[in-house]
């Protein structure tokens, strides 16, 4: 038998740095990993072109006490760069850095806290041919309280569900985008894709979760063309009305249930001319 070596990748994940510039304090956690290789080291036992996880960790560091952290596009490009930097042979390099601001405390003094369950992140693909950068942003909990509908679904012995006429969405929200080339302001796009998305789900009439997140994401696009194309994911939190209640008021008991997933993913299309539109 002939076995082929899929997939082969190592490296240092949960890598947590606490980045202190100024006024400004921001918390990360770098993940620095080798895809592909060195195909030696996995099916003969040859370490000769393995660069270990600590020494990694050691090189990801510096590169982010370097760069600094004003993006999280930026720091793990500078990350991947300087990997490669020091180690071309390897097949390929990938680089994740997810980022939370910290903020000021009211006062003279030099206190911060903690922003929130706001992140930013940003994952870079090296290979010998180019450079892959896909940036993600992943908020608190959302809750849209009216505007959405969910009827007309199959039904039968085994459906629990009912039709809903208007229903209360909730659950933990993750944009994911790709921009086209060029020098992006990452922290102009971020917020542009962050406003728009969540304008839409606040704005939007829908007729399921899966219509709703289709809608934030063509917003996405029509409002941020340097897009190529954006990722919308929710784990949803389960809720059910109560009963008994006056008009007017709705109280929802919060489920324990699995937690139904969405993912909707658009991409620009061609024109014609072969050009993205």
Same mark, same amino acid.
């Given at each position: 038998?002939?076995?082929?070596? &899929?997939?082969?990748?190592?490296?240092?994940?949960?890598?947590?740095?606490?980045?202190?510039?100024?006024?400004?304090?921001?918390?990360?956690?770098?993940?620095?990993?080798?895809?592909?290789?060195?195909?030696?080291?996995?099916?003969?036992? &040859?370490?000769?072109?393995? %660069? *270990?996880?600590?020494?990694?960790?050691?090189?990801?560091?510096?590169?982010?006490?370097?760069?600094?952290?004003? *993006? /999280?596009?930026?720091?793990?490009? $500078?990350?991947?760069?300087?990997?490669?930097?020091?180690?071309?042979?390897? /097949?390929?390099?990938?680089?994740?850095?997810?980022?939370?601001?910290?903020? !000021?405390?009211?006062? /003279?003094?030099?206190?911060?806290?903690?922003?929130?369950?706001?992140?930013?992140?940003?994952?870079?693909?090296?290979?010998?041919?180019?450079?892959?950068? *896909?940036?993600?942003? $992943?908020? /608190?909990?959302?809750?849209?309280?009216?505007? #959405?509908?969910?009827?007309?679904?199959? $039904?039968?012995?085994?459906?629990?569900?009912?039709?809903?006429?208007?229903?209360?969405?909730?659950?933990?929200?993750?944009?994911?985008? #790709?921009?086209?080339?060029?020098?992006?302001?990452?922290?102009?796009?971020?917020?542009?894709? !962050?406003?728009?998305?969540?304008?839409?789900?606040? *704005?939007?009439?829908?007729?399921?979760?899966?219509?709703?997140?289709?809608?934030?994401?063509?917003? %996405?696009?029509?409002?941020?063309?340097?897009?190529?194309?954006?990722?919308? =994911?929710?784990?949803?939190?389960?809720?059910?009305? $109560?009963?008994?209640? &006056?008009?007017? =008021?709705?109280?929802?008991?919060?489920?324990?249930?699995?937690?139904?997933?969405?993912?909707? #993913?658009?991409?620009?299309?061609?024109?014609?001319?072969?050009?993205?539109?």
């Amino acid at each position: 038998m002939t076995a082929v070596l &899929d997939t082969a990748v190592y490296g240092k994940a949960g890598i947590r740095l606490l980045v202190v510039s100024g006024d400004e304090v921001t918390e990360a956690t770098v993940r620095a990993m080798v895809n592909g290789g060195p195909a030696e080291s996995y099916t003969d036992g &040859d370490n000769g072109r393995v %660069v *270990t996880t600590d020494t990694l960790r050691e090189v990801a560091t510096a590169a982010v006490a370097e760069a600094g952290l004003r *993006t /999280p596009e930026g720091a793990a490009l $500078a990350v991947v760069g300087r990997i490669r930097g020091f180690y071309p042979f390897l /097949p390929e390099v990938e680089a994740e850095v997810s980022a939370v601001r910290w903020q !000021c405390l009211p006062g /003279p003094g030099h206190g911060f806290s903690r922003r929130g369950l706001s992140l930013d992140r940003a994952t870079v693909t090296s290979t010998a041919d180019g450079v892959a950068l *896909t940036s993600g942003w $992943a908020g /608190p909990p959302v809750l849209l309280t009216r505007g #959405s509908r969910f009827t007309g679904f199959i $039904a039968d012995e085994r459906t629990p569900n009912q039709p809903a006429e208007d229903r209360a969405i909730a659950g933990d929200l993750e944009l994911l985008w #790709s921009a086209g080339g060029g020098g992006a302001d990452y922290g102009v796009t971020r917020a542009a894709v !962050c406003s728009a998305a969540l304008a839409a789900f606040e *704005t939007c009439q829908s007729e399921s979760v899966q219509h709703l997140l289709t809608l934030m994401a063509q917003r %996405v696009l029509e409002e941020t063309p340097c897009l190529r194309s954006v990722e919308i =994911r929710m784990d949803g939190i389960p809720l059910s009305i $109560a009963s008994g209640l &006056d008009q007017g =008021r709705r109280v929802y008991v919060v489920g324990t249930q699995p937690r139904p997933h969405t993912r909707v #993913s658009l991409s620009r299309a061609e024109s014609v001319e072969g050009k993205l539109s």
